[in-house]
């Protein structure tokens, strides 16, 4: 089943709601959090509405579980379960950011030493389930892939976008970034 935008935008604004893992924010205040230090960094509409969207498949979860308190003992694979539902909707330079951003943080921890000394505990379990730190082999095959760039500096704004009570822009600002990338029929 495929989504239209405005069932996107609805979905984050309702089940967005939810906390955010074990962290002090909610889905929706992480996701904003997350578009807005992309756009203060300059980065493209594609990569501003990646970083915005990078978790949608936690809400996605999250319905399919009828709103079940989520299995903190187990990976989702969240960065999958969305893109079926936006393919119609964006091109790769949105989609391939969100898919490759848990696989950026295991890249990350290999190649910056102090990378998961910053990790949040709850960043720090979940990298565990999702793999571990990447050995050479696989941080040479992700780094090559189209997009990786992207989806590691998305990454960095994911782990910084967990501050409670932030003020950032509301969903509505980022309506024209939505429109400038959204594939037309």
């Known amino acids: 089943m495929s989504l239209s935008l405005s069932e996107v935008i609805t979905l984050l604004e309702s089940r967005g709601q ?5 962290e002090a924010i909610n889905q929706l205040e992480h996701a904003l959090q997350c578009a807005d230090l992309a756009e203060r960094a300059g980065e493209s509409p594609e990569t501003v509405v990646a970083s915005l969207l990078h978790d949608l498949g936690h809400l996605l979860a999250a319905e399919r579980d009828g709103l079940k308190e989520h299995n903190t003992q187990q990976d989702d694979l969240h960065q999958f379960m969305a893109l079926p539902f936006i393919r119609n909707l964006f091109p790769d330079a949105v989609l391939e950011p969100i898919r490759m951003h848990v696989d950026a943080k295991r890249y990350l921890c290999l190649i910056d030493p102090g990378y998961w000394a910053d990790l949040s505990p709850a960043s720090k379990h ?3 389930q999702q793999g571990g730190v990447f050995t050479e082999a ?3 095959t992700f780094i090559a892939q189209p997009f990786a760039e992207e989806a590691v500096r998305l990454r960095r704004y994911d782990d910084l976008a967990k501050v409670p009570a932030k003020v950032v822009p509301d969903l509505a600002h980022y309506n024209t970034h939505f429109q400038q990338v959204a594939l037309r029929a």
């Not at 939810?18 to 074990?22: E, R």
């Open 18 to 22: 939810n906390q955010y893992g074990m």
């Open 138 to 140: 696989e941080a040479e």
């Open 126 to 128: 979940s990298l565990e």
